[in-house]
């Protein structure tokens, strides 16, 4: 038994407290094209969240995007993104950083996939243009993190949260969005 073993238990358990009907996990071969889709691998804790709690449906507000199906998925919102990306001007959004949930307003959730832990990232656009790595900060080092943060109610986005734990840039924006010209 393994701490993220654990971690995924409460994960589920809150998961299906709060929601109403959740949707059924993904299987392998959903996740195995989803990752053909994207051309990279996801993080095993985000495969595993996929795998054993549902296939989104769940989490923080506005919940976890399905990975595969019908309407907005994570696959669907990164090609999308990534699209706008490439139809040129300044790229934006950076490769192998899958969004993961949409919090409004032009803001999602994502999650660095070249990153083991599976980095949490938090893209803001509102009132940036053109410097698009200022748009770019770190909710959290690793998936399990932030899922941590999520199951103690004590994310950023909490109402009663701690102003004094900001986001911090992610550092590698610009090298990163610099990869896509």
């Not at 296939?55 to 706008?84: C, I, K, S, W």
């Not at 139809?87 to 032009?106: Q, R, T, Y």
Request: proline residues 7%; aromatic residues 10%.
């Amino acid at each position: 038994m393994t701490d993220t073993d654990d971690l995924l238990r409460q994960v589920l358990a809150k998961a299906a407290a709060t929601e109403e009907r959740l949707p059924p996990p993904a299987t392998a071969e959903e996740v195995a094209r989803a990752e053909r889709l994207l051309g990279f691998g996801l993080p095993s804790v985000l495969v595993r969240l996929y795998r054993e709690v549902a296939n989104g449906g769940f989490g923080p507000d506005y919940q976890l995007f399905p990975l595969m199906g019908a309407g907005r998925t994570a696959v669907t919102v990164y090609h999308e993104e990534r699209r706008l990306t490439e139809s040129g001007g300044e790229p934006h959004w950076p490769a192998e950083v899958l969004p993961i949930l949409d919090w409004g307003c032009g803001m999602y959730a994502a999650v660095d996939c070249r990153s083991p832990e599976g980095t949490v990232l938090v893209f803001e656009p509102n009132g940036i243009e053109g410097d698009w790595h200022r748009a770019w900060y770190v909710d959290s080092g690793s998936l399990t993190g932030w899922l941590e943060r999520w199951l103690a109610g004590t994310g950023w986005y909490e109402e009663d949260a701690d102003e004094a734990g900001e986001m911090r840039p992610w550092k590698t924006a610009r090298q990163r969005l610099s990869e896509g010209e």
